[in-house]
């Protein structure tokens, strides 16, 4: 049974810090890894989708890397931004070889960040 | 990546009641996911939506509480029935993509008094 921790579960800091969020797992066997931004009371929205056979991804000043052999992921934001508080969560989700079925998400319990100016 | 249009964004309901959810995707797809997210918490799969069959509930989840539609590629519904206050949560549903993973919906904020 795939589990997901992330860590730390709260972070303060302030503007203009770069920062990483840790996602560890505990199978790491053809599961993709997706990161998340949820905003208070809101949906969430997609950062960046990681697939098992890639190593990192990047987005803006995000990046966000894969390391199978150690069940981890971590998210970097380069110069934070008071617009960079929300709750980050990281999910794994299996997908057969076609790419045509997927598995549930399994998430973790989530980066609370407040980025203060 | 496939946009989702999800109603209500909020309600709060008496205790009792039943509200339904309503998800409007701008594609086909084959599965639709319902999640919970109770406060403080992260999220919990109630059931996957398969188009043309009934809905997969997890452990802990059963139709006559969740009752889901999914009449079309492109729809579903999940009702909550018989809400207690213990139902207060976000609802959100969600989509699968090959090449952009899962996609979620705005959420509904539930609250029941």
């Known amino acids: 049974k795939q589990e997901v921790t992330q860590i730390p579960a709260a972070l303060s800091v302030p503007e203009g810090e770069n920062l990483v969020l840790n996602c560890s797992f505990t199978?790491?066997?053809?599961?993709?890894l997706q990161w998340f931004r949820q905003d208070p009371g809101k949906g969430l929205t997609s950062l960046l989708l990681?697939?098992?056979?890639?190593r990192e991804q990047t987005s803006g000043r995000l990046n966000a890397s894969l390391d199978k052999s150690s069940g981890r992921s971590t998210l970097y934001i380069a110069a934070s931004q008071p617009g960079d508080s929300a709750t980050y969560l990281c999910?794994?989700?299996?997908?057969?070889?076609?790419?045509?079925?997927?598995?549930?998400?399994?998430f973790g319990q989530g980066t609370i960040l407040t980025v203060h100016p | 990546s496939a946009v989702i249009s999800q109603k209500p964004s909020r309600d709060i309901c008496q205790r009792g009641t039943s509200l339904t959810i309503q998800c409007q995707v701008d594609?086909?797809?084959?599965?639709m996911f319902w999640y919970r997210q109770q406060p403080g918490q992260s999220l919990t799969l109630i059931a996957t939506?398969?188009?043309?069959?009934?809905?997969?509930?997890e452990s802990g989840f059963v139709i006559d509480k969740f009752p889901i539609s999914r009449p079309n590629l492109t729809f579903s519904t999940l009702t909550v029935s018989n809400m207690s206050p213990e139902d207060s949560s976000i609802y959100l549903c969600?989509?699968?993509?090959?090449?952009?993973?899962?996609?979620f919906g705005s959420g509904t904020r539930l609250t029941v008094v």
């Open positions: 199978d790491s066997a053809i599961y993709n």
């Open positions: 969600s989509v699968g993509d090959r090449l952009y993973g899962y996609t």
């Open positions: 939506a398969n188009q043309g069959s009934e809905a997969t509930y």
């Open positions: 999910a794994a989700f299996r997908v057969n070889a076609g790419g045509t079925s997927y598995g549930k998400l399994t």
């Open positions: 594609s086909q797809v084959t599965m």
């Open positions: 990681i697939q098992s056979s890639q």
